[in-house]
């Protein structure tokens, strides 16, 4: 089946500091795959996605390139600010059940201290 | 645009009594909408799918008697928790997808926060 896989948190950095966050996954096919960031009390919102390898997905100054030959996103930021602080999920979409359903990875959470 | 909201954020409520929640696209057409639990500091578990006209499809292990969901229309879906208890508190997320839109894309609710005395 599939899974996604990510580095347990919480990351505690300072500000402007550089940011990496694992994420690796397991799928049948080609799947898509998205970062999404959840604020306190609030739902998910999509960060940035990639679709096909080699894509590199960006928003908000946080970048992740879809790594087919490592099965790999990593979500990076190079200055993080204290308002970066949430949790991030890392997810795919498989092709296999049509793109009907993500799975998510458990999120790893980011404080960022002034 | 995309925008998905839910109804209440937050409810608390006593053992044994049922609470709905309701999930709205407002801009857009939901063809179908998720539900999903989150339990602190853990993931979203898919709980079921829903097809605006038809039953919903549930995951391995919910319950469907227990977590009624309906999606009456394109815009809306209700999850009913049935004769809750203190084990159903938790965290419930909607999400929806449009048609015609990203077919791989899902627009996430704010969240209701359930706790069951």
């Known amino acids: ?32 795959l998205f970062w999404y960031v959840q604020y306190p009390g ?10 096909k390898a080699d894509d590199k997905g960006s928003n908000k100054g946080f970048e992740a390139t879809y790594r087919k030959e490592t099965t790999s996103f990593h979500l990076e930021k190079g200055s993080v600010q204290v308002s970066d602080s949430a949790v991030y999920f ?25 | 645009g995309a925008v998905v909201s839910q109804h209440p954020s937050w409810v608390i409520c006593k053992s044994g009594t049922s609470v709905k929640i309701e999930c709205r696209s407002l801009d857009f057409q939901a063809t179908t909408m998720f539900w999903y639990r989150q339990f602190p500091k853990q993931s979203l578990m898919l709980m079921a799918t ?26 809306l879906s209700t999850l009913t928790v049935t004769s809750a208890h203190p084990e159903d508190s938790s965290f419930y997320i909607c999400s929806a997808r449009y048609s015609g839109g990203p077919y791989n894309e899902q627009f996430f609710g704010p969240g209701t926060r359930l706790t069951v005395l």
């Open chain 1, 1 to 32: 089946g599939n899974s996604v896989t990510q580095m347990e948190g919480p990351v505690t950095l300072s500000e402007e500091a550089f940011l990496t966050i694992n994420c690796t996954y397991t799928a049948t096919g080609y799947p898509s």
């Open chain 1, 42 to 51: 609030e739902g998910l919102q999509l960060l940035l996605k990639a679709t």
């Open chain 1, 90 to 114: 890392c997810a795919l979409s498989d092709p296999m059940g049509g793109y009907s359903t993500l799975t998510f990875g458990k999120g790893t959470m980011l404080l960022v201290s002034p």
């Open chain 2, 50 to 75: 829903s097809n605006e006209g038809s039953k919903a499809t549930y995951e391995q292990g919910v319950e469907k008697d227990k977590f009624l969901i309906n999606h009456a229309s394109l815009t």
